[in-house]
């Protein structure tokens, strides 16, 4: 079996708050700059995804890390655009997803979910072919790091020597309650004001360029969506063909299939997350042989913010997660 291990992440005093944790990122970080090139890479049902590179020019042999952001994210959040810069100061090739309709309209009606593995099959398939000889890392965050975790369940295709996930929802069902909850329906009421509005962004663009999927856009009911269970129900379902939202969560939530992973997998999570409880944390038996949960006591959803001299602890601690490969 796996195992479950104290982090060393240690938060200032005036930043013990997971709210300010969450926050600080998103809302009091100035975005790092980092030289990036996009491609377009196309998609067998027509579709596209957006792949931002970074880091030094691609050769034979080197290291690629895949970077993959959460709910309503893309590869210009505060986290990616963090990880990003980082490996690129460190000589380490990197690059992040932008789901389906994260940066702009896509192509089709689809979007993402926790258990989406085709596209991120179809990434870490696109950076093997671009150079079989070389070595491949994954870092999720949040639902990116829920859509590994699958990946790694039920497609793993050995192409992936390592995995990192950070404040992953395990349970989708214990998340989407807490969410309902306390000052986190803050962070619910933003992440589905986000969501809905790029729908309503895609509906004129499908119009445009593919109005079968336009059409099934229409056919959805996106009214009334206050709760993550309603807009479960009432959009991903029935765009991915669940039974409803309870069917969605027992079919993705990662956390009790961890005991199923034998790739290298580092798992960060922490026990004072706003959008999640403890109860979502698997224990030492439910983990597969090669799977370290690695948990603190504070650091907000995606926060990690530490003192002045290692401010942004998580960059760090994935820094050397890379290079514990000894990848180059």
């Known amino acids: 079996m796996g195992e479950i291990i104290h982090s060393s992440f240690r938060p200032p005093l005036l ?36 792949l931002d590179w970074a880091g030094p020019a691609a050769r034979p042999g080197q290291l690629t ?6 709910l309503s994210g893309c590869s210009d959040s505060h986290y990616i655009r963090g990880f990003q810069k980082t490996f690129a100061d ?4 990197s690059v992040a997803i932008n789901s389906r309709g994260a940066k702009q309209p896509n192509d089709t009606a689809l979007c993402y979910h926790a258990g989406e593995t085709d596209d991120v099959d179809a990434v870490i398939e696109h950076v093997f072919q671009q150079d079989p000889s070389g070595h491949r890392l994954a870092i999720g965050v949040s639902l990116g790091g829920s859509r590994l975790l699958n990946w790694l369940v039920h497609r793993n295709s050995g192409r992936l ?12 069902d214990i998340c989407a309650n807490r969410l309902d909850k306390g000052m986190s329906r803050i962070y619910r009421k933003h992440l589905i004001t986000e969501l ?25 009911n996106m009214s009334g969506i206050r709760s993550f269970w309603r807009y479960d129900d009432q959009i991903i379902a029935p765009l991915y063909g669940f039974r409803g939202a ?19 997998t580092l798992v960060l999570q922490n026990l004072d997350d706003p959008f999640m409880t403890p109860a979502t944390l698997p224990r030492k038996a439910e983990l597969g042989p090669a799977v370290t949960v690695e948990v603190s006591q504070h650091g907000g959803h995606v926060g990690f913010v530490g003192g002045a001299a290692n401010r942004y602890w998580l960059e760090q601690r994935l820094l050397a997660f890379v290079q514990g490969y000894g990848f180059r």
């Open 15 to 50: 930043l013990r708050n997971p709210h300010l944790q969450t926050l600080w990122g998103p809302l009091g970080r100035k975005l790092p700059e980092v030289e990036r090139q996009q491609e377009r890479l196309q998609l067998p049902d027509g579709d596209y995804l957006l």
């Open 90 to 93: 460190a000589g380490i090739r």
């Open 246 to 264: 309870s069917h969605y969560y027992a079919e993705c939530s990662a956390g009790p299939r961890l005991l199923q992973i034998r790739t290298p």
């Open 196 to 220: 809905l509005a790029s729908f309503d962004r895609k509906k004129p663009h499908l119009d445009k360029v593919n109005p079968p999927e336009a059409k099934r856009l229409y056919r959805l």
């Open 65 to 70: 890390v895949i970077l993959l952001h959460g």
């Open 161 to 172: 020597s390592g995995v990192a996930t950070v404040c992953s929802p395990l349970r989708l």
